[in-house]
């Protein structure tokens, strides 16, 4: 048995893992991080476009990317390291009364969190994206401080800033079981050890509700699948990232944004979704993608696809992460369910569970946190998922 006792013993290096090892251990926590595949954010990470927003509709959400969104800007002045991240805003352009009515009913909420969003005229959407779609425009909805980044290089920078603290990476190996003496964590035990711990957070994506049966937790989350993929590098066309909310054959939305190289990467959300965790591409996806794409903002018509890709969102039935500490096994933490979200969602979910482990108490604001746990009415599903 491995004589060492660590204070966490996180299971999953993605996007809620490797930044929790890094926060823990500069909060003085003795810290490992195992995953069974071979190297950081090669799960859902791995199949991440790269938006960065706090423009929710959730409280909670909208709190956690603000720090999130934070500490990405602050990256490479702080840290020395380039992660892609360019601070574009995120529009959502409107044609119709009901996406109006939705946007504009959400304003409170946001401008109450913090969030820096209003309406705008059609005029200032036409001055973002140039050549937009004039026809039926009514306006939308701007948030200047969301942005954009890489996703491969965030967790491989997120990781060797967690290694240079001192956090260690065992990959390539599978948890088993979690080890539960007297209602608490005692040990994780994988296919190569037992690691004694004090504390264990289940940030394991879409196999969290594995992870989560290890200690009498039921998780509802389950996977469903999204295409993505990325063109040749164009001259800068537009800055924001443009969600476009009409939905259309055989897709509910469509979002994507240029990135900092010139490169469009773009995605879509599939009506009706591909449950599973099936990643293999689909013929439908690009034609679908590039006509709804093309309607709205036709200059985009004739530049080349460079590759596409399918990964899993980990969906939750209301669209929002659940966190908490397993009643049957204390210390075992879980911060599962991110649907798509995990890399806006990380870093400041992390400071959150690091919190929570050092102090008893999160950073986000008691009664906004309480909204993603476990026992809440996953009926009142968010309006802006």
Known sequence: MNQKTFDLVIIGAGSVGVPAALYARRAGLSVLVLDRLASPGQGENKSAIGGIRATHSDPAK???CLRSLKIFREWQSQEGEDIG????????PVYREADEKTLRGLLETQHRQGLDIDWVAPEKVASLVPGIRIEGLRGGTFSPEDGNLSPLMACSSFHAAAVRAGAEFRFRETVRSIKVEKGRVQAVVTDQGVYPCKHALNAAGSAAPEVGRM????????????????TEPVARLFD??????????GAKNCYYYQNSIG??????TPEPIYPGTDRRSHSSFLPIVSRKMADLLPRLAGIRVRRVWRGCYPQTPDGSPITGEAPQAKGCLYAVGMCGQGLMLGPGLAEDLVSLITKGRPVTEEDAWASLRLDRDFGKVEALK
Not at 85 to 92: A, I, K, T
Not at 218 to 230: C, F, K, Q, T, W
Not at 240 to 249: A, E, K, N, Q
């Open 62 to 64: 909208i709190s956690i």
């Open 85 to 92: 991240w360019r601070q574009g805003g995120y529009l959502f």
């Open 215 to 230: 200690v009498g937790l039921d998780l509802p989350v389950r996977p469903d699948s999204h295409e993505a993929g990325i």
């Open 240 to 249: 924001p990232m443009i969600v476009d909310l009409r939905p259309t054959p």
């Open 263 to 268: 490169r469009i990467v773009f995605c879509l």
